[in-house]
C-alpha cells in the first residue's frame, strides 16, 4: 500500500517536469522559427493549399532576398524538376555552384542534383560528365546509379558492366543478375553479326555472373545451333528446366524444332508433354497442341486439350480445344463452332499479354527488361490470364 500512495504522490512531479520541458521546446522552437523569411511560411501555405506556382513564387523571392539559403535551392530546384521545368531547375542549381564560398560537401550535392536535372532533360552527355565529377564523393553511389542507368540508355553495355561492377564493389548491393543481362545483350548482338565464338565467351561469363540466368542458356543453345552442333544445342536447352521450370515455355518451339532436325519428332512431344504436367502454360501447349495433330492426329489433340483444361480451366485453353474441334467438325455445326471460336478468341487476344510485376506494362511478346519501367527480368512467363487463375 505504501507503494502505490508514493506512486501516487510522484504523478504531479512527473506532470510538472513535463510541462516545463514543453515549455522549453516551444521557446527554442518560436526563437528558431523568427529566423526563417516571411516568405517561407507562405510558401509552405500554399504548398499545403495545393497551389503549387503560387509556393514556386514564393520561394523564388526568398532565395532572391537571401542568397545564403542553400536548402531553399535545393528545395525550389526539385520543385522545378518534379513539375518538368527542367531549364528552371538547371538554372537554380548552376546559380548555387557559382557561389565560390559553397562548402565542398553543398558543392556534392549540387552537382548531384545538377547532373539529375540533366538526365531528365535527356542531356545524357552533360549528366555523364557531372556524374563522373562524383565518384570519389559521398554522392559516388548515386552517381554510378546514375550513370548505370545513363549506358543503359544508350546500350554502351561495357560500360554499364563497368558501372554495375563498381556499384557492387562499393557495397551498394549484388548486381548480378543486370551484369549477366549485359553479357547477353552483347552475345545477341555477336550472334547478329555471325561472331558465333565471341557470342559464345560472352555468354559463358553471363552464366558465370548468375547460374540462373535462363537468357544466357537460350542463346547459348542458339549459338550451337549456327554451328550445327543440334545435339549440343537440345542438352543446353534442357538445362532450362533445371534454372527454372516456368522458363521452359520459352525454349519449347526450339527444343521441338531440334527433335525434328535430328529426327526424333516424337522424343520432343513426350519431353514437353512432360513439361507440361509440371508447367502448364498457354505458351507450352501452343507448341505441343501442334506437335501432337502433326504426330498423333487430331483425336489426340483433342485429349490433350481436355486434359489441361479440366486441370486448368483458362479462355486461352478453350480457344485450342475449339481450333481442334473445327478441324474434323460435321458441317451443320461447323458454323456454330467456329461463330463461338471467333467470340472467344476476341476475348483471348485481350488476356495473351505478359504482364511486368514491377510497373505493370503489359505487352504481347516476352521481355527481358521491361520497355516501361526499364528493370530486368520482370516479366513472368506466363500469361496474365494464367497468372490470374494461378492466383
Known sequence: MEFEIWMLLGIPLFFALGWIAARVDIKQLLSESRTLPRGYFRGLNFLLNEQPDKAIDAFIDI???D???VEMHFALGNLFRRR???ERAIRV???LLSRPDLPADEKAH????LGMDYLKAGLLDRAEETFNLLLDTPYGAQARRALLEIYQREKE???AIE?????QESGAGARQKEIAQFYCELAQDALVHMHTDDALALLDKAL???????RATLLTGDAQLVKDDVEGALVTWRRVEQQSVPHVALVAQRLMDGYRKVGRPQEGVNLLRSYLAEASSIDLIEVVFKAVIELDGVDAAKQLMIEELRRNPTLLGLDKLLEARLMDAPADVWDELSMVKNLVRGYTQKLARYQCSHCGFKARQFYWQCPGCSRWETYPPRRTEELNVMN
Do not use: F, M, S
Open 63 to 65: 532565395v532572391k532576398l
Open 67 to 69: 542568397p545564403e539559403t
Open 84 to 86: 518538368g521545368e527542367i
Open 93 to 95: 542549381h548552376q546559380n
Open 110 to 113: 549540387g552537382q548531384y542534383e
Open 157 to 159: 553495355w561495357p560500360r
Open 163 to 167: 558501372a554495375a561492377l563498381g556499384l
Open 208 to 214: 558465370h555472373a548468375d547460374r540462373k540466368n535462363v
